[in-house]
């Protein structure tokens, strides 16, 4: 069976999940990938091992043709021409396809959740109008692409895919005299890493045997030293952590704080996890529900 998958940037957990398929060898996978990089990530490049296209490397006509010549098609992003291009193509072809996403429109406030739905409206308008399926990543998805778009198509919960062992065997003492709270993600206000900040301070007025590890960079850096700064001493800044250095750094932490206003998946929760963390997050992100 051929697979095509279209999807935004080579994050490592996209590339994972498709190097693992190639592994398994129980189909023909190509992936495209819209743009090389993402210029808002950090990340070093993964390792890919599965036939790849980048479309912003002079690879549309390869693209196209992949998804023409495939069993089956799946769209993992709609916001690019060429994605709204090749949707259309493939619907009218009539061919299988599925559309699959993170859940969609959990922003505040209000009038921006109701611009969202229309934005998607208008850009997914061949999905409104078929009874394709939809993959949703987790339940959190699921549910919020049901009620959306309604029951006359198959829904699937597909997240994210992960390689957890390697953060079962994460280095931690048994025998620390402090309590370290980590923080892994980007320094922005979707990830409520100024939650963390606050509630720290707090805690840190209560108890004296307690740190506050952050691990990322992002724009509230410099606000973050602020609220801090009362309890700075006990508080450490490490930086962007790269995809292989993550089993170390959970490894130094003892709770993993995941306070996301919203978050569609969240891999930081069951990399913690199976790091041997226990994990305080929001019922906003798909991955803690």
Same mark, same amino acid.
Request: glycine share 8%; aromatic share 12%.
């Given at each position: 069976?051929?697979?095509?998958?279209?999807?935004?940037?080579?994050?490592?957990?996209?590339?994972?999940? &498709? +190097?693992?398929?190639?592994?398994?060898?129980?189909? /023909? #996978?190509?992936?495209?990938?819209?743009? $090389? %990089?993402? !210029?808002?990530?950090?990340?070093?490049?993964?390792?890919?091992?599965?036939?790849?296209?980048?479309?912003?490397?002079?690879?549309?006509?390869?693209?196209?043709?992949?998804?023409?010549?495939?069993?089956?098609?799946? &769209? +993992?992003?709609?916001?690019?021409?060429?994605?709204? /291009? #090749?949707?259309?193509?493939?619907?009218? $072809? %009539?061919? !299988?396809?599925?559309?699959?996403?993170?859940?969609?429109?959990?922003?505040?406030?209000?009038?921006?959740?109701?611009?969202?739905?229309?934005?998607?409206?208008?850009?997914?308008?061949?999905?409104?109008?078929?009874?394709?399926?939809?993959?949703?990543?987790?339940?959190?998805?699921?549910?919020?692409?049901?009620?959306?778009?309604?029951?006359?198509?198959?829904?699937?919960?597909?997240?994210?895919?992960?390689?957890?062992?390697?953060?079962?065997?994460?280095?931690?003492?048994?025998?620390?005299?402090?309590?370290?709270?980590?923080?892994?993600?980007?320094?922005?206000?979707?990830?409520?890493?100024?939650?963390?900040?606050?509630?720290?301070?707090?805690?840190?007025?209560?108890?004296?045997?307690?740190?506050?590890?952050?691990?990322?960079?992002?724009?509230?850096?410099?606000?973050?030293?602020?609220?801090?700064?009362?309890?700075?001493?006990?508080?450490?800044?490490?930086?962007?952590?790269?995809?292989?250095?993550?089993?170390?750094?959970?490894?130094?932490?003892?709770?993993?704080?995941?306070?996301?206003?919203?978050?569609?998946?969240?891999?930081?929760?069951?990399?913690?996890?199976?790091?041997?963390?226990?994990?305080?997050?929001?019922?906003?992100?798909?991955?803690?529900?």
């Amino acid at each position: 069976m051929k697979v095509f998958v279209l999807t935004d940037s080579p994050s490592p957990y996209q590339v994972e999940l &498709f +190097n693992e398929i190639e592994t398994h060898g129980n189909c /023909e #996978l190509r992936v495209g990938y819209l743009r $090389s %990089r993402d !210029p808002l990530r950090q990340w070093t490049p993964p390792e890919i091992r599965h036939d790849s296209i980048e479309l912003d490397a002079g690879g549309v006509r390869h693209a196209r043709e992949a998804a023409r010549d495939a069993d089956l098609v799946v &769209f +993992n992003y709609y916001f690019h021409s060429h994605a709204a /291009e #090749l949707i259309t193509e493939r619907a009218t $072809s %009539r061919a !299988p396809w599925c559309f699959w996403g993170e859940r969609p429109g959990f922003r505040q406030p209000a009038w921006a959740a109701v611009a969202g739905r229309l934005l998607r409206r208008w850009k997914l308008a061949r999905l409104h109008g078929s009874s394709v399926p939809i993959w949703g990543i987790g339940k959190f998805a699921v549910d919020e692409y049901r009620r959306e778009f309604g029951p006359r198509r198959p829904y699937f919960n597909l997240p994210y895919f992960s390689d957890l062992e390697r953060f079962e065997n994460a280095a931690r003492s048994t025998r620390r005299s402090e309590r370290v709270f980590l923080f892994c993600g980007s320094l922005i206000d979707r990830k409520g890493v100024d939650l963390v900040a606050r509630a720290f301070v707090r805690l840190a007025n209560e108890f004296s045997d307690v740190r506050l590890k952050i691990a990322g960079d992002g724009a509230l850096r410099e606000s973050l030293l602020q609220i801090l700064q009362p309890v700075s001493d006990r508080v450490e800044f490490t930086g962007f952590k790269n995809w292989n250095e993550l089993p170390e750094l959970y490894g130094s932490g003892d709770v993993l704080c995941v306070p996301s206003r919203y978050d569609g998946w969240g891999l930081v929760v069951p990399e913690g996890l199976a790091s041997g963390l226990p994990v305080i997050a929001t019922e906003r992100m798909g991955a803690a529900l």
